[in-house]
């Protein structure tokens, strides 16, 4: 630890103030000899003149120096969860706006064109799920997920259940040059140009079967091409599990604001994984949560750095499906940034804010 700023700027000010004591007493008394000859030179007042000069100094320096020694205050961190509550805000997606809207349209007109097409085959209507559903989509990435449940018996198999849709949904470019479809690992990639943006509805074809007991549950078709024979090409799942129960107002700001930072930062975290890391948060410090968005910023970014390499966290749609089975090299890049982000959080609350939020 350096010396006390207040004695080092006392004897530099000293030293200073004596200097000038003396070379203005020497001027004022050769000025005096000039107009008076008679006069000699003062030791005594000079030493007087010096010795003050010194003092004068000391105690100014003393001043300074002492207020470099006082602590910079941080920022009151209410200002700064004030700040980051009106920033979440900001990032959500706005359901207003125009492009949203016309997704939005086409989202519904899509809905009815396989709704009318596969009527006879579906369990029930069409409907949507997802982060735009729960409040929780970025209003700079966003997508629509449109689920089909359909009945055990309406295909021969998974596969050509997928394969059905897929088709159908290709018949409609015909007469959409604006339309474009593409087949996902689990869903059905349809994209409109909206403006200049190009932005996609999912959807998502999956079979119930009676055989599991619950009117939700039934089997996705996995398209991947790395699938071999005799190997499984269809997961369980549950999209009503999936969409689970609606995030609080508070976890979904933490949420948008933790999803924007990994957005920028480049973090290998799906947006799933990372809600289900905001949940489990939620849970262990049920009764202990701390105050303010930032703090809870921090503690989600605390039980990643404490469980994202040796918990195994699985979905709710499906047990089998385990969410932190993802590459060691992803693991290590996600906590990193997360132990970088939680030392700024303790040590710099500007440069926390400032990163989270990427402005």
């Not at 509550?85 to 939005?104: E, V």
């Not at 629509?144 to 018949?171: A, C, H, R, W």
Request: glycine share 8%; hydrophobic share 35%.
């Amino acid at each position: 630890m350096g010396k006390d700023k207040s004695v080092q700027y006392a004897l530099a000010g000293a030293v200073f103030g004596g200097v000038i004591g003396s070379v203005t007493n020497k001027t004022l008394q050769a000025q005096r000899t000039k107009d008076f000859p008679e006069k000699i030179f003062d030791d005594a007042e000079y030493q007087k003149a010096v010795v003050n000069g010194a003092l004068a100094g000391a105690m100014i320096g003393f001043l300074i120096g002492k207020s470099y020694n006082a602590p910079v205050l941080p920022p009151r961190k209410s200002k700064i969860d004030s700040y980051l509550s009106k920033h979440a805000d900001s990032l959500r997606l706005n359901k207003g706006d125009l492009t949203f809207r016309k997704l939005d349209w086409h989202a519904d007109v899509l809905k009815g064109k396989l709704y009318d097409r596969f009527q006879q085959q579906l369990q029930a209507m069409p409907y949507r799920q997802g982060s735009t559903e729960r409040g929780a989509a970025l209003g700079a990435e966003y997508d629509i997920d449109l689920v089909l449940p359909f009945k055990e018996n309406s295909f021969g198999s998974i596969s050509e259940m997928y394969q059905k849709v897929f088709e159908f949904l290709t018949e409609q470019t015909h007469s959409n040059s604006e339309f474009y479809v593409r087949k996902q690992k689990k869903s059905i990639g349809v994209t409109y140009k909206v403006g200049r943006q190009y932005l996609r509805v999912d959807v998502v074809p999956y079979k119930i079967s009676n055989f599991l007991r619950d009117k939700y549950t039934g089997y996705l078709h996995i398209n991947d091409e790395r699938i071999f024979l005799y190997t499984k090409s269809y997961t369980k799942t549950n999209p009503k599990k999936t969409i689970g129960r609606k995030l609080g107002a508070n976890q979904q700001k933490v949420l948008l604001l933790l999803k924007n930072w990994k957005k920028y930062s480049g973090i290998p975290l799906s947006s799933h994984l990372l809600e289900y890391l905001l949940r489990n948060a939620y849970l262990k410090n049920k009764g202990a949560l701390p105050g303010g968005i930032s703090g809870k910023v921090a503690m989600v970014l605390q039980y990643t750095i404490n469980n994202l390499e040796n918990r195994v966290i699985r979905g709710n749609e499906n047990s089998n499906n385990v969410l932190t089975n993802i590459p060691d090299s992803d693991k290590s890049l996600i906590m990193e940034a997360c132990e970088n982000l939680l030392a700024e959080y303790q040590n710099d609350l500007i440069s926390f804010k400032k990163n989270l939020i990427w402005k």
